[in-house]
């Protein structure tokens, strides 16, 4: 694959992403709510101890966020420090950043592998809306 097909392509999975979690696991409600520091930090060391594989956990912090189209967004910086943006502090976001920090950088297929289980496990989500999703992408959970 060229170079200009591989960027479109990395452009087309956040897109495909970022919809899925505006339009489609919004309706988690307890997923979505507003979340304090302490709890976010608290549940990203249950997600470390149980798949964090012996790494660092990274910091967790509170901050402005970057800005990504228009808007702050928050972001995972290498994998020692995830920065929550103030309209993010929830458990969807979280686990999206901590899946940056097990390893993925780039939003394909390999991250919805490793997200969509800590959605399952951590969140609450469906595991078979979670493979209904991802089939919509062509992976297979
Ligand atoms: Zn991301």
């Known amino acids: 694959m060229s170079a200009k097909r591989v960027r479109a392509r990395r452009a087309s999975d956040t897109r495909w992403l970022y919809r899925v979690e505006d339009e489609m696991f919004r309706y988690n409600g307890p997923a979505n709510a507003e979340r304090s520091m302490a709890f976010l930090r608290a549940l990203a ?8 594989n012996g790494r660092a956990l990274p910091s967790i912090n509170a901050g402005a966020g970057l800005r990504w189209q228009g808007r702050l967004t928050s972001y ?4 020692t420090e995830i920065v929550l943006a103030r309209h993010h502090r929830n458990i969807v976001v979280l686990l999206h950043e901590l899946t940056h920090a097990l390893g ?3 939003h394909g297929p390999k991250f919805i592998r490793v997200y969509f289980p800590l959605l399952q496990r951590f969140a609450g989500y469906n595991r078979w809306f979670l493979e209904g999703v991802a089939a919509t992408r062509g992976v297979r959970l």
């Open 104 to 106: 993925p950088c780039l």
């Open 76 to 79: 995972c910086a290498g994998f």
């Open 45 to 52: 060391r249950r997600v470390w101890r149980a798949c964090g």
